[in-house]
């Protein structure tokens, strides 16, 4: 009894389905249930090493991203003090502001060939293999989040690293081929710089940024100082706007 208790309660410990429930009722309040099945047929019954990313396609279906035009963010390399910002400030939603983003953010999940069941451990680590569960999610995630983006868009990218726009991020490699110019007026880089400046706004992967967006879409480039960003966190008199 006490070994079947002692399993069932470690067992109960790791499920994500009363976490991915509770977040998401917490957000949303509605359809819970709905979303959790469309979010497990993308990935239970499968080898964890063959989950593509279109098998998300019927999840963001039935969990899509609204179009805040001028109000979203994305990052890179800067995870941080970006959601340290949009925690304390209600100015810009990142994609681990939204419904999907925020239920599923530091989860680990996976299924397994011949089971039904979705399991926390044992699953592939983000580069084991490409098609694993959840860096297919995210990638899928921010390829819908992006075509949703509108208006003016922020990127927040690291001045501390001499290649801030890495062509394997999936700020490079997805999300900055889905802003669509019909959508995205400008595409306005905020370099974050502490006291160790590696690159500035000539940094050349920058010029390959502004190179591939999307033609009709404005490029701009300003360097911040991460104290500033913290301090206009802090303050809740800051208007969105006249942080930097
Ligand atoms: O714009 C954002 C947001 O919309 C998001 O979905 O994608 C953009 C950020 O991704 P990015 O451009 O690849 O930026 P990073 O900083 O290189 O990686 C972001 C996150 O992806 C990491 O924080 C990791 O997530 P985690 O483990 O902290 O929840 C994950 N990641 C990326 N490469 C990884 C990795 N995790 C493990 N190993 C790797 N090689």
């Not at 964890?48 to 990052?75: G, Q």
């Not at 990638?139 to 208006?151: D, K, L, M, V």
């Amino acid at each position: 009894l006490s070994l079947g208790l002692g399993l069932g309660l470690r067992r109960e410990k790791h499920q994500i389905k009363p976490v991915f429930l509770s977040r998401c009722e917490k957000f949303s309040g509605n359809n819970c249930q709905k979303i959790w099945d469309a979010f497990q047929q993308a990935y239970v019954n499968q080898d964890p090493c063959k989950v593509p990313v279109e098998a998300y396609d019927p999840l963001i279906a039935a969990a899509p991203f609204k179009s805040e035009c001028n109000r979203m963010l994305f990052w890179s390399k800067t995870k941080d003090v970006v959601h340290d910002f949009t925690e304390k400030k209600d100015c810009f939603i990142t994609l681990e502001d939204t419904l999907l983003g925020s239920v599923l953010d530091g989860l680990t999940w996976c299924g397994k060939e011949g089971s039904s069941d979705t399991f926390t451990t044992g699953c592939p680590g983000w580069t084991d293999c490409e098609n694993n569960p959840v860096r297919s999610f995210w990638n899928r995630a921010s390829a819908a989040f992006a075509e949703a983006a509108c208006g003016a868009v922020t990127v927040m990218l690291n001045g501390s690293i001499a290649t801030p726009f890495h062509p394997a991020s999936i700020f490079a490699s997805i999300e900055v081929k889905k802003l669509n110019a019909t959508r995205a007026k400008n595409l306005n880089v905020v370099l974050v710089t502490d006291e160790h400046i590696v690159a500035n706004c000539t940094n050349p992967s920058l010029k390959d940024l502004k190179k591939e967006l999307d033609k009709g879409i404005k490029y701009n480039c300003e360097e911040v100082p991460q104290s500033q960003i913290e301090a206009c966190a802090s303050n809740p008199m800051a208007p969105c706007g006249t942080c930097w």
